[in-house]
């Protein structure tokens, strides 16, 4: 992530943390996803999983977008099979007046849980995350999850001064709940834009970019690489560094030299192998492998990732063996 040289390529994988760990399914039983998140010790434990099986380079701090808006009194739960579903959609101006300001005692917990992951990490740094203004604002307008995002796109220019005050919001939560995570321990951040390709790239220019880039400008004090991912980013990935972002998450859809190209050679790369391949068999994904990593040669430095979270139904196994062979295949003599 800071563009010196390390003994191999390093690899970690989004989620990897969850379903697809039996012991995360064991320790996850019968406890909802909030309150695991929100549990120290727990969130620790799910946090340190697959850095003990995987071997992964890093850990991710087991959370989920939706916390710091949790915290900040917003009433807002995960539903099973679903995802976030919030009682009650913001789309007025009026009604993002309203919102409750995220405190910074709110926060204890967070740090509590990454304190405790740091400690059992050891050496193995530790990544927190947080969701992109516009990724948690447009989950904020919906009110849950959606396919085509039309009500946060069409707030943007209806009513641009509503929208600019939630993303606003979202993007000040996001920046305090990295910040948190970075006092805490955590040695880098990653800021996830989970539905920001569902935007051209003038509105994520005129709607989003200030936004986020205020996100990653409330941790730049501390010095520590900040990650910016997004799917379906291909022709966003320009503006989304000029926010503020020195390493840039590539998903599955755009090869790593096209990216290092739009990017003119100049930015740190992660990603993105794709994880359809992870169930194809070992040839299949190897190969794919071999041309990730021949493609991340190109950028100053790379992170080997996938192009998108862990599905739930990946053998760890296949995890597991597939770090030892980036290990093997990049190690420096």
Known sequence: LTGRPSHHRPVWFMRQAGRSLPEYRQVREGIPMLDACLTPDLAAEITV??????????????????????????????VPGKGPVLDQPVRTLDEVRALPELK??????????????????????????????????????EGGPSRDHLRPRTMMHADPAAWHELAAWAART?????????????????LFDSWAGSLGESDYRRYVQAHSATALDMVR?????????????????????EAGADVIGVDYRLPLSAANTLLNG??????????????????NLYAHVDEVLAEGNAAPSHV?????????????????????YIHERTAQA
């Open 49 to 78: 999983q697959p850095v003990r099986r995987h071997k992964v380079d890093a850990g991710i701090f087991f959370s989920d977008i939706v916390i710091p808006m949790k915290l900040a009194g917003v009433n807002v739960d995960i």
């Open 104 to 141: 910074d005692s709110d926060l204890d917990p967070i740090r509590e849980a990454v304190a405790a992951t740091v400690e059992m990490l050891g050496d193995t740094p530790l990544i927190g995350f947080a969701g992109a203004p516009f990724t948690v604002a447009a989950y904020m307008v």
């Open 174 to 190: 996001a920046g305090q709940f990295l910040r948190a995570q970075i006092e805490a321990g955590a040695s880098a951040v990653q």
């Open 221 to 241: 004090e501390y010095g520590v690489p900040r990650i910016h991912f997004g799917t379906g980013t291909a022709a966003l990935l320009p503006a989304m560094h």
């Open 266 to 283: 100049a930015v740190p790369l992660q990603g993105n192998i794709d994880p359809a391949l992870l169930a194809a068999g070992s040839e």
């Open 304 to 324: 080997v990732n996938l192009g998108h979270g862990v599905p739930p139904t990946t053998d760890p196994q296949v995890l597991t063996d597939l770090v030892a």
